[in-house]
């Protein structure tokens, strides 16, 4: 069974300016420090679980790969697909859409939606429901909260 996840936050930042750096190069807005993969999109990212876990095993090295951009008049969306890059088998795949949208007057509301399969069948099932949902959800907050701050600051400021 797929589990959802979703998580957003509000930017104070013009959506044009905010959607042309989310339409471009995935290192200048995925958290740092983003890697290339050397594979297209794909980059090397550490997934955080802010909250769920202890801090020494809070950090998961992942393997990101970013769909190219669409955007429409009042939002932007870019793909997403991730998964670990030691041990896969024993952490989620997730597929979701960052997906940035312009508000009335001023900023912007990003969020990111998806879905991931637990691992492990029936036993992956139940270390979801014990822990592993509060992870995912940890660790797509801190994704949010990362590509937020970076798509905050000026250009200048980079």
């Known amino acids: 069974m797929r589990r959802h996840v979703y998580f957003y936050t509000l930017l104070d930042r013009q959506f044009d300016v905010a959607a042309d750096l ?8 995925l958290p740092p420090p983003a ?12 997934l955080t679980a802010d909250g769920a876990m202890r801090a ?3 950090t998961m ?20 697909r991730w998964q670990a890059r030691t041990a896969e088998r024993l952490f989620p795949v997730l597929e979701a859409d ?13 969020s990111l939606t998806g879905t991931y399969r637990p691992p492990l069948s029936v036993v992956g099932g139940m270390g979801d429901l014990l822990l592993g949902h509060r992870v995912a959800e940890a660790c797509v907050r801190r ?10 600051v000026p250009a200048s400021g980079r």
């Open 143 to 152: 994704f949010v909260l990362d590509i937020a701050s970076r798509l905050a």
């Open 22 to 29: 989310l339409s471009g190069d995935a290192s200048g807005w």
């Open 56 to 58: 020494g095993v809070a």
């Open 98 to 110: 960052v997906d940035l949208r312009r508000l009335d007057g001023s900023g912007c509301h990003l």
């Open 35 to 46: 890697e290339s993969a050397g594979e297209g999109e794909s980059w090397h990212v550490d």
């Open 61 to 80: 090295p992942a393997l990101v790969r970013v769909g190219e951009p669409s955007r429409f008049d009042d939002h932007l969306l870019r793909a997403i």
